[in-house]
Protein backbone atom coordinates (compact mmCIF):
# COMPACT_ATOMS: atom_id res chain seq x y z
CA UNK A 1 0.00 0.00 0.00
CA UNK A 2 1.42 3.40 -0.89
CA UNK A 3 1.45 6.79 1.26
CA UNK A 4 -1.92 7.93 1.35
CA UNK A 5 -2.31 11.82 0.10
CA UNK A 6 -1.22 13.99 2.57
CA UNK A 7 -3.27 16.88 3.98
CA UNK A 8 -2.84 20.30 6.25
CA UNK A 9 -5.13 17.86 9.00
CA UNK A 10 -2.78 15.50 9.19
CA UNK A 11 0.54 14.90 11.72
CA UNK A 12 3.37 12.95 11.51
CA UNK A 13 4.63 12.01 15.21
CA UNK A 14 8.23 10.89 14.95
CA UNK A 15 8.97 8.67 18.02
CA UNK A 16 11.60 8.51 19.91
CA UNK A 17 14.74 8.66 17.16
CA UNK A 18 17.34 8.78 19.38
CA UNK A 19 21.20 7.97 20.52
CA UNK A 20 20.51 5.18 22.55
CA UNK A 21 18.01 3.33 20.42
CA UNK A 22 20.90 3.69 17.52
CA UNK A 23 23.57 1.75 16.95
CA UNK A 24 25.93 1.81 19.39
CA UNK A 25 23.29 3.05 22.26
CA UNK A 26 22.45 1.20 25.26
CA UNK A 27 19.48 0.05 23.75
CA UNK A 28 20.15 -0.28 19.96
CA UNK A 29 16.96 -1.42 18.05
CA UNK A 30 18.54 -3.85 15.02
CA UNK A 31 18.60 -1.34 11.62
CA UNK A 32 17.62 1.39 13.34
CA UNK A 33 19.43 4.20 11.39
CA UNK A 34 17.66 3.03 8.22
CA UNK A 35 14.73 4.90 8.63
CA UNK A 36 16.17 8.00 8.82
CA UNK A 37 16.25 8.68 4.95
CA UNK A 38 12.16 8.00 4.91
CA UNK A 39 11.51 10.19 7.93
CA UNK A 40 14.06 12.72 6.46
CA UNK A 41 12.81 12.50 2.87
CA UNK A 42 9.35 12.55 3.67
CA UNK A 43 8.71 15.03 6.38
CA UNK A 44 8.76 18.10 4.12
CA UNK A 45 5.13 17.20 3.08
CA UNK A 46 3.96 17.47 6.78
CA UNK A 47 2.74 20.58 8.08
CA UNK A 48 2.43 19.29 11.56
CA UNK A 49 5.10 17.59 12.97
CA UNK A 50 5.76 16.34 16.82
CA UNK A 51 8.36 14.69 18.01
CA UNK A 52 8.75 12.47 20.92
CA UNK A 53 12.15 11.42 23.31
CA UNK A 54 11.97 9.58 25.93
CA UNK A 55 13.57 11.75 28.86
CA UNK A 56 13.90 9.08 31.87
CA UNK A 57 15.76 10.72 35.42
CA UNK A 58 18.83 8.52 37.00
CA UNK A 59 17.68 5.44 38.80
CA UNK A 60 14.16 5.27 36.56
CA UNK A 61 12.06 2.35 38.00
CA UNK A 62 12.44 0.80 34.40
CA UNK A 63 15.63 0.14 34.93
CA UNK A 64 16.85 -3.07 35.38
CA UNK A 65 19.94 -1.56 37.29
CA UNK A 66 17.72 -0.57 40.59
CA UNK A 67 15.72 -3.88 40.85
CA UNK A 68 18.47 -5.98 42.62
CA UNK A 69 18.49 -9.76 40.72
CA UNK A 70 16.55 -9.00 37.60
CA UNK A 71 18.21 -8.45 33.85
CA UNK A 72 17.45 -6.51 31.32
CA UNK A 73 14.07 -7.28 29.52
CA UNK A 74 12.84 -9.30 32.44
CA UNK A 75 9.43 -8.48 33.37
CA UNK A 76 8.38 -7.63 36.64
CA UNK A 77 4.81 -6.52 38.70
CA UNK A 78 4.42 -2.99 39.30
CA UNK A 79 1.60 -1.11 40.49
CA UNK A 80 0.34 -0.06 36.87
CA UNK A 81 0.54 -4.25 35.47
CA UNK A 82 3.39 -6.05 33.64
CA UNK A 83 6.70 -3.84 33.29
CA UNK A 84 9.64 -5.16 30.63
CA UNK A 85 12.99 -3.88 32.34
CA UNK A 86 15.85 -1.79 30.38
CA UNK A 87 19.03 -1.15 30.25
CA UNK A 88 19.97 2.38 31.78
CA UNK A 89 19.01 4.45 28.58
CA UNK A 90 17.90 8.07 27.16
CA UNK A 91 18.67 9.59 30.96
CA UNK A 92 17.96 13.03 31.03
CA UNK A 93 20.54 15.44 29.78
CA UNK A 94 23.22 12.71 28.91
CA UNK A 95 24.24 12.12 24.88
CA UNK A 96 22.57 9.13 24.53
CA UNK A 97 18.89 11.08 24.92
CA UNK A 98 19.90 13.38 22.09
CA UNK A 99 18.08 12.79 19.13
CA UNK A 100 20.08 11.13 16.21
CA UNK A 101 22.61 13.51 14.66
CA UNK A 102 21.10 13.02 11.18
CA UNK A 103 17.35 13.16 12.33
CA UNK A 104 15.98 16.65 10.28
CA UNK A 105 14.55 18.16 13.19
CA UNK A 106 13.54 21.70 12.68
CA UNK A 107 10.17 21.16 11.01
CA UNK A 108 8.63 19.67 14.28
CA UNK A 109 6.21 22.30 16.58
CA UNK A 110 6.58 20.33 19.57
CA UNK A 111 8.53 17.95 21.29
CA UNK A 112 6.40 15.86 23.68
CA UNK A 113 9.18 14.41 26.57
CA UNK A 114 7.76 10.96 28.00
CA UNK A 115 9.15 8.76 31.04
CA UNK A 116 10.06 11.48 32.53
CA UNK A 117 8.00 10.29 36.06
CA UNK A 118 10.04 8.02 38.07
CA UNK A 119 7.61 5.84 39.27
CA UNK A 120 5.77 4.66 35.40
CA UNK A 121 7.38 3.95 32.31
CA UNK A 122 6.05 5.58 29.16
CA UNK A 123 6.18 4.24 25.71
CA UNK A 124 3.17 5.75 23.80
CA UNK A 125 3.24 9.28 23.31
CA UNK A 126 -0.34 10.01 24.45
CA UNK A 127 -0.81 8.28 28.27
CA UNK A 128 2.21 7.08 30.14
CA UNK A 129 1.81 3.17 31.03
CA UNK A 130 -0.78 3.36 33.34
CA UNK A 131 -2.94 3.90 30.53
CA UNK A 132 -4.53 7.27 32.36
CA UNK A 133 -2.15 10.08 32.97
CA UNK A 134 -2.01 11.38 29.59
CA UNK A 135 0.74 13.62 28.03
CA UNK A 136 -1.17 16.42 26.43
CA UNK A 137 -0.52 15.25 22.91
CA UNK A 138 -4.32 14.39 22.02
CA UNK A 139 -5.52 17.92 23.51
CA UNK A 140 -2.83 19.59 21.75
CA UNK A 141 -3.73 17.53 18.09
CA UNK A 142 -7.71 18.74 18.70
CA UNK A 143 -6.40 21.99 19.22
CA UNK A 144 -4.73 22.30 16.00
CA UNK A 145 -7.33 20.62 14.23
CA UNK A 146 -5.40 17.08 13.10
CA UNK A 147 -7.56 14.41 12.64
CA UNK A 148 -5.41 11.67 11.27
CA UNK A 149 -1.66 10.84 12.68
CA UNK A 150 1.21 9.00 10.69
CA UNK A 151 3.31 7.35 13.48
CA UNK A 152 6.66 6.40 12.83
CA UNK A 153 10.07 5.57 14.83
CA UNK A 154 11.66 3.52 17.14
CA UNK A 155 10.84 1.02 18.32
CA UNK A 156 7.92 -0.62 16.59
CA UNK A 157 7.07 -3.20 19.14
CA UNK A 158 7.09 -0.92 21.81
CA UNK A 159 6.84 3.23 21.59
CA UNK A 160 5.40 3.24 18.16
CA UNK A 161 3.09 0.30 18.72
CA UNK A 162 1.13 2.03 21.90
CA UNK A 163 1.63 5.80 20.58
CA UNK A 164 -0.21 3.85 17.74
CA UNK A 165 -3.36 2.19 19.90
CA UNK A 166 -3.45 4.96 21.70
CA UNK A 167 -4.32 7.28 18.55
CA UNK A 168 -7.29 5.70 18.08
CA UNK A 169 -8.33 5.16 20.98
CA UNK A 170 -8.47 9.29 21.52
CA UNK A 171 -10.04 8.87 17.68
CA UNK A 172 -7.67 9.74 15.47
CA UNK A 173 -7.08 7.51 12.22
CA UNK A 174 -3.90 6.27 12.17
CA UNK A 175 -1.57 5.15 9.94
CA UNK A 176 1.93 3.10 10.66
CA UNK A 177 4.57 3.59 8.36
CA UNK A 178 6.53 0.64 8.32
CA UNK A 179 9.41 1.91 6.63
CA UNK A 180 9.72 4.50 9.15
CA UNK A 181 9.95 2.10 11.67
CA UNK A 182 12.15 -0.74 13.30
CA UNK A 183 11.27 -3.15 16.44
CA UNK A 184 13.41 -4.72 18.88
CA UNK A 185 11.83 -7.85 18.13
CA UNK A 186 11.65 -9.80 21.67
CA UNK A 187 10.19 -13.07 21.11
CA UNK A 188 7.77 -12.32 18.18
CA UNK A 189 6.90 -8.95 19.32
CA UNK A 190 6.59 -7.20 15.84
CA UNK A 191 4.51 -9.65 14.56
CA UNK A 192 2.56 -9.29 18.10
CA UNK A 193 2.64 -5.36 17.60
CA UNK A 194 1.44 -5.50 13.98
CA UNK A 195 -1.62 -7.64 15.12
CA UNK A 196 -2.95 -5.67 17.53
CA UNK A 197 -2.45 -2.25 15.60
CA UNK A 198 -4.34 -4.02 12.52
CA UNK A 199 -6.76 -5.13 15.15
CA UNK A 200 -7.42 -1.51 16.70
CA UNK A 201 -7.79 -0.23 13.21
CA UNK A 202 -4.31 1.06 12.64
CA UNK A 203 -3.55 1.67 8.94
CA UNK A 204 -0.17 -0.19 8.02
CA UNK A 205 1.88 0.68 5.14
Known amino acids: MTLPDIKDTDCLIIIDVQKDFCTGGSLAVPDAESILPWINDNSSQFKNIVLTQDWH ?5 SFASV ?7 ESISMPYGAQ ?6 CVQGSNGAEFHDELLTNQAQLIIRKGFRHEIDSYSAFYENDHSTTTGLAGYLRERSISR ?3 VGLALDYCVRFSALDARREGFETVVVEAGCRGIDIE ?4 DARQAMASAGVTLV
Open 57 to 61: PAGHS
Open 67 to 73: HEGHAPF
Open 84 to 89: TLWPDH
Open 149 to 151: VFC
Open 188 to 191: GSND
